[in-house]
């Protein structure tokens, strides 16, 4: 059957452009034209030219931040991967355990950001906290508001507890669609369990596990909600990643200017990594 | 209606300008050239010119971030390198 060509199905697309123009490249333009102007309210501005993105990439606090989100982020990834994958394996392919697995990992997905936040910030609390309370009568030394390294370890065990369901979530779906032919011809050569593993499973879950790489990175990268509940940041800047920097300089010091050069940097930053995961998958999707 | 809310300036609105020109003149050159000249460059995968465009401009963005960070405020010369670095990709990407 020959296609028909229909141009007027570029009015379909109108409603998406006049949604992006109005929710990403209007707020996009602004904040370019912030980022080389200062202000001081009451809509007036000032050229700054390049000063405001000379001023971060010079800022020790702007790189500060950008390292602890990136270890941030290489934790993150380091725990939930392999965790996800492991409890992927081991979860139930059929029966009851099934559904009950399933909604036992869509449950922290489910709950809003700042919600999980104001949990672990009660959670981890030494006086009235589950977790703070137990650890301190057990003789540990634990002290989220205090301590720069109980703080970290609050935060990551909050992401670990909250995402790592999605990853399990996608592995699992990747698991579930191997034909039953390949375990049992695994079976019948007599592969080990790490054999299966290595030669059937992971090859067929290397695709949503790209996926899941590329969504907690970013979305690691990203974090803002959960650990400006907790720690605000603190203490000191121990747990101040980009984000939290970015609204306390724009809204706390009204340094609008600075904040719109950083977040422009940022933005690049998430932009190019975004690109990178993106050709990777793709092209894999190709070599394939 | 009053767009001064979003600090417009001459600057930003000629950088504004010639993206979305490079944007029609893009749309101009599929119409043209239809199917996105897609090619397997130095990169060793496919790009169309699509791809190179948009590898050209970040690309050119963390030229001139680099640029001011190592080397001062004067961006001519960042500019021309991005031009150079632009071409560059159209040719061999």
């Known amino acids: ?288 | 209606m009053d767009f001064s809310w979003m600090a417009w300036t001459l600057p930003t609105a000629a950088f504004f300008i010639t993206i979305f020109l490079m944007l029609v003149g893009m749309g101009v050159w599929e119409y043209f050239s239809p199917g996105g000249n897609p090619r397997v460059g130095i990169l060793r995968f496919e790009t169309t010119r699509g791809d190179r465009l948009f590898v050209s401009l970040l690309g050119s963005a963390f030229i001139h971030l680099a640029w001011l960070g190592l080397i001062g405020p004067n961006l001519w010369w960042a500019l021309a390198l991005a031009v150079v670095y632009a071409i560059g990709v159209f040719r061999f990407v």
Not at chain 1, 125 to 147: E, P, S
């Open chain 1, 1 to 288: 059957m020959e296609k028909t060509w229909n141009n007027k199905a570029w009015f379909m697309v109108l409603p998406v452009l006049v949604l992006v123009a109005f929710s990403a490249v209007i707020p996009l333009m602004t904040v370019v034209n912030y980022s080389v102007q200062d202000t001081f309210g009451g809509n007036q501005f000032f050229w700054a030219g390049a000063e405001w993105f000379e001023e971060m990439l010079h800022s020790d606090r702007f790189w500060a931040a950008m390292g602890r989100n990136l270890i941030f982020s290489a934790i993150i990834l380091s725990i939930q991967i392999p965790l996800g994958i492991f409890i992927a394996l081991n979860m139930p392919r059929k029966g009851w355990g099934v559904p009950v697995c399933l909604v036992l990992m869509a449950l922290p997905l489910l709950i809003p950001w700042n919600v999980v936040g104001t949990i672990w910030q009660v959670f981890g609390r030494i006086d009235i906290g589950l977790l703070g309370y137990t650890l301190h009568a057990l003789g540990f030394d634990y002290n989220y508001v205090n301590d720069p390294f109980d703080a970290w370890v609050t935060v990551i065990v909050m992401d670990v507890w909250h995402w790592t369901s999605l990853v399990v979530l996608l592995c699992y779906a990747g698991l579930v669609s191997i034909p039953d032919a390949f375990y049992q011809a695994a079976k019948i050569d007599g592969a080990s369990r790490w054999a299966v593993f290595r030669y059937i499973q992971l090859p067929k879950m290397q695709r949503v596990l790209l996926i899941a790489v590329l969504l907690r990175f970013m979305d690691s990268f990203m974090i803002y909600t959960e650990p400006f509940v907790v720690t605000g940041g603190g203490p000191g800047n121990s747990t101040t990643f980009l984000s939290i920097d970015l609204v306390k300089m724009a809204v706390g010091q009204f340094d609008l200017g600075p904040a719109a050069a950083m977040s422009i940097i940022y933005f690049l930053i998430v932009l190019l990594l975004s690109w990178v995961f993106y050709t990777v998958m793709t092209n894999y999707d190709v070599e394939k």
